[in-house]
Each structure stands twice: as C-alpha cells, then as structure tokens.
C-alpha cells in the first residue's frame, strides 16, 4: 500500500488495490485534495487521522445527456414548490450533508477536516453548491468539486420530498449549458441510478479527466 508523504504527488489510480484503495496518509492540504480529484481520485475515510484516498473501478458517472426525470417528477416541478439556487449556501450544504441519517451508516465520512477543506476550495473557486428552499428553509442541496469539464458530486441531502432530485436536475441543467462531460458519482447508489447514472470503467473515466 502507497504511504503518502509531504510531497504533493499520487501514485497512479491504476496501482489501486482491488477495492480501490490508491494511498493512505498525507493531509488535508486543499491543494493535495483538489490534485487528487484532477488524477480522478478522491478521500473517503471516517477519522482525519486517517487518511484514504480512492479510485474505484467500476466508477459511478451521470452523463448529462442521459438524465433521467421520472413523470412524477415532472409533474412536481411544474408546481414551482421549491427555489433552486447556487452557492449561496454552501457551509450551510456541507454541513447538512454531514449530519443527514443514512441507511446501513451510523457515522459520516464528512469529518471536520474535509468540511474545513471544502470551504477553502468553494472560497478557491474549486467547489460548488446547489441549495434547495422551501421559503426560507434549506430542504436539499448537493456540493463538489469542479475541474474543468468534469464535477466532481461529493455529497447531497433532502429534508423534503424530491429536493435531492431536484438539486441534481438543476445541476445537470447548468453542466449541460457549459458544456461539461460528466459528473463523477464515485460509488454506486440506487438513487443515482435511477437517475440516469451507470457504472464505467475507471480507464474510461480517467480519460475523460482534463489533461495538464
């Protein structure tokens, strides 16, 4: 297993063990974590002081194109319920994220120190959210990293009915009007595929990342 050092530098994603795992260690520099992201890999861990980072294969991606809305979602956002807006609350997302009840889990892998490093990258530029209101209320929201034609989803929550949804629907809107390839999953989950997203094979992932 590839032990990080101070060095600002990954093994290549194709040295990952079979569950994924490329490097452990390091630190949350957010300059190591948005190298990591630009060579398609990413931390996942449950204690900042210890730290892994990972490049599954197969790799959970959503082309914009093939988004999929369902009719009943359809329906829902004809009724205009909810204002969708972008990185106007970022922190507020993160955070939402950290805390929100998942099936099969009982902690988060959004630890304090991803949460503070998140906030460096949206002040960067790097990471962006889509929040979600009913009137005043944050009901949904998703966050993650941008690197150029290719975002990076991290995380998203809902408080409300089809607000998750809802979030990523407007996301896809906006990457489709830019132009942008894909939005990396990371890992399979039936609610990313029921929108739309499949598995692909981390080579073909890695090729569709921005070359330096």
Same mark, same amino acid.
């Given at each position: ?17 079979? *569950?994924?795992?490329? #490097? ?9 974590? !948005?190298?990591?992201?630009?060579? =398609? +890999? ?80 949206? *002040?960067?530029?790097? #990471? ?9 209320? !944050?009901?949904?929201?998703?966050? =993650? +990293? ?67």
């Amino acid at each position: 297993m590839y032990h990080l050092t101070e060095e600002l530098r990954f093994p290549s994603p194709h040295l990952a063990t079979q *569950e994924g795992i490329v #490097a452990v260690g390091g630190d949350l520099n957010p300059d190591r974590v !948005l190298l990591a992201y630009k060579k =398609g +890999i990413f931390p996942w861990f449950e204690q900042d002081e210890f730290l892994i980072w990972w490049s599954p294969d197969p790799r959970m991606v959503l082309f914009p194109d093939q988004l999929r809305i369902s009719k009943s979602m359809r329906v829902f956002m004809r009724k205009n319920a909810y204002t969708v807006t972008f990185n106007k609350a970022f922190n507020d997302v993160v955070t939402a994220c950290a805390r929100v009840k998942r099936f099969g889990q009982t902690g988060t892998w959004i630890t304090h120190g991803l949460m503070e490093v998140y906030g460096v990258l949206h *002040e960067q530029g790097h #990471a962006h959210s889509v929040e979600v209101w009913d009137g005043s209320e !944050l009901v949904g929201g998703l966050y =993650g +990293i941008d690197i150029g034609e290719v975002f990076c989803g991290e995380s998203m929550f809902s408080k409300a009915s089809n607000s998750s949804k809802l979030a990523l629907i407007f996301l896809v809107k906006e990457l489709k009007k830019n132009k942008y390839k894909l939005i990396d999953c990371q890992v399979p989950t039936a609610h990313l595929a029921s929108m739309g997203a499949a598995p692909i094979s981390r080579n073909d992932f890695l090729n569709y990342l921005p070359q330096d």
